[in-house]
């Protein structure tokens, strides 16, 4: 146990999202065969639907430490788990683990900061070449971004990368969700559209809660307009039709950009049945006047 615990100081996140099918692997090790998933559950403290969705790879972000550390004391002990094996598949590796295979997962995680800086970048100078006038990012939690988004009754989470207002734009509040998925290593390969399908329904999985949310509590976005940034053609079109049907309460908007050619391609509104019907700020024709300078940007 003392080793555990030294390893749980050692240990910190270097890599979202997390390694699901393994980490689903070694939890059914874990329980073993002489229990079912719910009495393990029961012995670790938590619910049978929280490993069911460990099992099923359907959780977006890691474990915390301590219920790793509960799996991992709780384990059959003829599954031989263990509290790193865990740790590992739940995207973390130790402080001092410098391995190539560390830098490379860094320099993807950095490669995916640029990415979602860009997409801000290029969504923010469309709005300016438009002539609107854009209030300042807000890099707080969104329930403190907009005051009408309270926090949920449901223990529901919004995905929120980064947020702006339009001065003179309703609703007040614009939401924006990033997908940084390009497909470039898979085009041309027959891998590539499968790969597609798999980001596509992930995107589903990963916006689930807000969609539930504006379900069960539409007032939540009462004031503001939720978009779901892509970049991939492919996906675009994919998640699309997912959604074709949707019976949307409120607000939302699906936003493709260009990263090469620095430029918003569409944003395409879902019907919704208690807002009002609103076109795309970007469908108004570009004022080359109206585009701000780097400097002005800056300040």
Not at 214 to 242: C, G, K, T
């Amino acid at each position: 146990m003392e080793q555990q615990n030294d390893l749980q100081e050692e240990l910190q996140v270097v890599y979202v999202p997390i390694y699901q099918k393994r980490l689903g692997e070694l939890l059914r090790n874990a329980k073993g065969e002489k229990r079912t998933m719910a009495e393990f559950a029961q012995e670790c403290g938590v619910s049978p639907t929280t490993f069911s969705r460990i099992v099923n790879g359907a959780i977006a972000k890691p474990l915390e430490k301590e219920l790793i550390a509960k799996i991992a004391e709780h384990a059959d002990p003829a599954s031989w788990v263990t509290f790193e094996q865990l740790m590992r598949a739940n995207g973390w590796v130790p402080a001092s683990d410098d391995t190539p295979r560390r830098r490379k997962v860094k320099a993807q995680n950095e490669e995916s900061r640029e990415r979602r800086d860009q997409i801000k970048s290029i969504i923010m100078q469309e709005l300016f070449a438009r002539g609107y006038t854009i209030g300042p990012i807000m890099g707080t939690p969104f329930e403190q971004l907009d005051p009408t988004l309270q926090r949920s009754r449901f223990r529901f989470y919004t995905r929120i990368r980064f947020g702006l207002r339009v001065m003179g734009f309703e609703p007040e509040f614009w939401h924006f969700s990033t997908n940084i998925f390009t497909g470039e290593e898979f085009r041309g390969t027959e891998q590539y559209e499968n790969e597609v399908r798999q980001e596509a329904f992930y995107l589903l999985e990963l916006h689930e809660d807000a969609f539930l949310r504006d379900m069960w509590e539409p007032e939540a976005f009462a004031n503001s307009l939720y978009s779901i940034v892509m970049v991939n053609r492919d996906v675009f079109e994919a998640f699309s039709r997912l959604l074709e049907g949707v019976p949307f309460n409120s607000s939302f908007s699906l936003i493709l950009v260009d990263l090469q050619q620095q430029t918003v391609v569409e944003e395409r509104m879902l019907p919704a049945r208690n807002s009002l019907p609103l076109t795309s700020l970007f469908d108004v024709p570009r004022q080359e006047s109206a585009y701000p300078s780097e400097q002005e940007l800056l300040s």
